[in-house]
């Protein structure tokens, strides 16, 4: 579009704020997008949430060591590093931008911040510590800074073996992991760990076991304080320095901040502290976390990204060039840059690498990350052999592949061995990933994913065995998943759950109602074992709800949908008031997929019993598309369920809407087959839900008046409830009677029928409100003159012209009629001719 300058956004704020999620809804509004996260766990979580969004066909995820890449893939998922920026999109995102500072990875992020853009849009995410320089080197972005969700407090230091539940405890060494870990499995019963070096498969093991309450306490280093979102209370700090790669140094207060602010997600406030021999916090930093004020950075990494491949030196020398704006500087040497000039030193490459192809060869092997991190030759000598082999070959050999990927599915040896073969096993997925380096490439990339996830689930069995407590008794109050596992629980065809042959709840619908009775020390562990028989049960319910006839669902008076005896949802106001909105009834074991498939079942279900109970609706509406002078006013009675309050109708529509079966009177237009009770019970509900309010009790099926409701507005004339001072009466008996009084009327003054009161089903005390309420006049019997009844009539009526009928009760015989009588007459207004 000419004169069009696609927009640059930065989304800065503390952690607990939304920015990925409004990252992600604006991707998806554009027809095309990239977004790159820090972490390759972020990564492929959000692949999943938008593949849920927008199918496995139009989305892709793209990491080092994972690729999947539908043809027709609109949006890309990728870390950071990986980012198809080739690729012509409308929208690019990238998380975490605040990384630009990193020593050792922050030139790539930087490198996005200058160069990456969307045709339509670009967004940085991260902290208001980058402001400054984000304005200094994008001028043209708009910044917008969101607060905190949630408050964070400071609470001081609490023992190990008194903190709270759903705690955290961050330590900066696997030495100082394993330690605290075993410290709290003997006092605590167990926890789950997470560190940095665990593959995302073990990683969400480990979370899982938190997330599902068998463990109440997490250990992790401060690879916690980013892509992990759980429901963590508590941060404690076991320690307020780490190791960098580099040097030992103490953790900036932005730093503490991220890592804190895992406690307390949405809503809920969060709090942090110390614990074991950790020093306290400093007035100062305690401000700064919770307030989340910190020093703005000073710099950000940079490397030239415009390279020169004529020869290694020159190389080299791009790659060492020195930044050219303010704000930038050099950052660590990163594995890359240092495995190019070990490389250099070495005669047979510098033989070989002689021409610009060659060079770029080199460069991509270099670029293998160095997961391993040995501080030995081993990964540059890897990296000088995939150079050789890619020179001489083209591919690499795919005997030599299959003998390196074989071996690393070896799940023997402790913790740290399984954690280095996972190091291994990601780099040759990294290789395994690049389409041009080896033939059959999907292949390999399968095998290498089956050696991760072998590797994966050993790791977490071993930090299973290691540090949750399997030997626990079933009356102490251990969180212990293995004895969870352990004991024998099921489900009975009724839906009791039985956990080691004693019943302890039962299954209503997708819900458990755990028995009162159950207590004592022994309690959590015994519902945690019931709750894992039902993770097994809640799907083939699923699949057997899916599939029951409409006969076994059925629509309640306060609009809950029950399976059977059990509420598994309820109605909600949806695109109309004969399309109302359907929500299933929250529950611990139904992901989004399946309530998801619920929700359309009962869908199907409601249309239904719409579509029979509401038949002749239907009927009218669609005999009324024939006949345009109907539509109108058919379609505006639709909109109300099948009764309108009365509105201007020309005469000659009324025997038109009649054959239809419409009925157009003095005080609605309406369908009398809706005021049934079936049909009038579910416009009922339908109202309540199209409203949002509670439905109040409704009048008994049959009868023809009530005591008038103090409902909410609108709803008596809704269900067909004409209100006549202190009764309401059906609208088609209201109708009818006045009808025919009117008609009886229609020359002379009439006296009341006998048997009207009971006709109406009011009191005679009532009898006068009524009729006034049907807007007849009413006057004294005895204001009449005796000629006006005719000497034709019989004794108890009388006619009088006029459109408003006059009615008097009958001369009670022998006696006189009395002036005072408590019933009152509808009069002419002339007197009819002698």
Not at 219 to 233: E, K, Q, R, S
């Amino acid at each position: 579009m000419s004169g069009f300058a696609p927009r640059v956004k930065a989304v800065l704020g503390p952690t607990n704020t939304g920015k990925t999620h409004l990252a992600i809804e604006r991707l998806l509004g554009h027809s095309s997008g990239i977004i790159g996260f820090p972490l390759r766990l972020l990564a492929r979580e959000n692949y999943d949430r938008m593949v849920n969004l927008k199918g496995v066909r139009n989305v892709a995820l793209i990491t080092g060591e994972e690729k999947i890449v539908p043809p027709d893939a609109r949006w890309f998922s990728c870390t950071v590093e990986a980012m198809p920026l080739d690729r012509q999109v409308e929208f690019i995102a990238v998380d975490e931008i605040q990384l630009c500072a990193d020593a050792d990875r922050g030139h790539v992020f930087t490198d996005r911040l200058l160069h990456a853009r969307g045709m339509v849009e670009t967004m940085f995410l991260g902290a208001e510590t980058i402001r400054k320089l984000l304005k200094r080197l994008v001028p043209e972005a708009e910044i917008e800074t969101r607060p905190r969700l949630s408050q964070l407090t400071y609470v001081g230091a609490t023992k190990l073996s008194r903190l709270p539940p759903r705690s955290a405890i961050v330590a900066f060494s696997a030495a100082e992991v394993y330690a605290i870990a075993e410290a709290v499995r003997s006092r605590r019963g167990g926890c789950a760990v997470v560190m940095g070096r665990l593959s995302p498969r073990t990683r969400n093991a480990q979370v899982a076991l938190y997330q599902d309450k068998e463990v109440d306490f997490l250990v992790a280093t401060d690879a916690i304080g980013m892509g992990l979102n759980m429901d963590v209370d508590h941060v404690a700090f076991a320690g307020l320095s780490k190791f960098d790669g580099h040097r030992p140094r103490p953790l900036a207060a932005a730093e503490i901040a991220q890592i804190a602010g895992r406690a307390g997600r949405g809503m809920r406030d969060g709090t942090f502290g110390t614990t074991g021999r950790c020093r306290p916090l400093t007035d100062e930093l305690i401000s700064a976390v919770e307030s989340h004020a910190f020093d703005p950075l000073e710099q950000l990494a940079w490397r030239n990204s415009t390279l020169d491949f004529t020869s290694i030196e020159a190389l080299l020398a791009s790659l060492l060039a020195a930044p050219d704006r303010i704000g930038l500087t050099r950052g660590h040497d990163s594995s890359d840059l240092l495995t190019l000039s070990a490389l250099s030193g070495d005669a047979a490459i510098r033989d070989r690498a002689r021409n610009p192809r060659a060079m770029r060869l080199l460069w991509d092997a270099c670029q293998i990350p160095d997961f391993r991190k040995l501080a030995t030759d081993i990964h540059t000598k890897l990296c000088a052999r995939v150079f050789q082999h890619l020179l001489d070959d083209g591919v690499l050999p795919e005997d030599w592949v299959a003998a390196q990927i074989a071996g690393l599915g070896r799940t023997d040896g402790d913790i740290d061995t399984l954690m280095q073969r996972l190091a291994d096993v990601r780099i040759w997925a990294y290789i395994a990933a690049r389409a041009d380096w080896v033939r059959n490439a999907l292949v390999w990339q399968g095998r290498a994913r089956e050696a991760e996830d072998l590797l994966s689930d050993a790791l977490h069995e071993k930090l299973m065995t290691r540090f949750v407590d399997r030997r626990a008794a079933k009356i102490t109050r251990s969180l212990d998943a293995g004895e969870a596992a352990g004991l024998m629980s099921a489900v009975t065809s009724a839906g009791e759950v039985v956990v080691e042959g004693h019943p302890v709840g039962r299954v209503d619908g997708f819900r458990f109602e755990p028995d009162a009775s159950i207590g004592g020390a022994d309690k959590r562990l015994v519902l945690r074992a019931a709750r894992r028989a039902l993770g097994g049960e809640m799907p083939r319910r699923v699949v057997r709800l899916n599939a029951a006839p409409d006969t076994e669902f059925s629509l309640q008076p306060d609009g809950i949908i029950h399976w059977q005896t059990a509420p598994i949802a309820r109605l909600h106001q949806g695109s109309a008031l004969l399309a109302p909105a359907i929500e299933v009834i929250d529950s611990e074991f139904l992901d989004g997929v399946q309530r998801e498939i619920l929700r359309a079942r009962l869908a199907r279900f409601v249309e239904t019993v719409i579509a029979r109970d509401l038949m002749p609706l239907f009927a009218a509406a669609r005999a009324a598309d024939q006949k345009p002078e109907l539509r109108g006013v058919v379609h505006r009675l639709a909109e109300q369920a099948g009764v309108l309050p009365a509105v201007p109708i020309d005469a000659s529509l009324r025997p038109a809407l009649r054959r239809i079966g419409v009925r157009a009177g003095a005080f609605a237009l309406y369908l009398p087959a809706l005021l049934k009770p079936r049909p009038a019970a579910l416009r009922a509900v339908l109202w309540a839900a199209w409203h949002r309010r509670r439905l109040p009790p409704l009048p008994a099926p049959g009868l023809v008046a009530i005591a008038t409701p103090d409902w909410p507005d609108g709803l008596a004339a809704f269900l067909g409830w004409l209100a006549c001072g202190p009764r309401a009466i059906r609208l088609d008996i209201a109708e009818r009677v006045a009808a025919d009084l009117r008609y009886a009327a229609r020359r002379r003054a009439v006296p009341l029928p006998p048997g009207l009161a009971s006709r109406l089903g009011v009191g005679p005390d009532d009898l006068a409100a009524v009729l006034t309420g049907f807007g007849l006049r009413l006057i004294p019997q005895a204001t009449l003159a005796p000629d006006q009844f005719g000497p034709a009539a019989p004794p108890h009526i009388a006619i009088a012209p006029g459109r408003k009928a006059a009615i008097v009760p009958p001369a009670p015989a022998p006696e006189p009629p009395n002036p005072d009588h408590p019933f009152a007459v509808l009069a002419a207004l002339r007197r009819a001719a002698s």
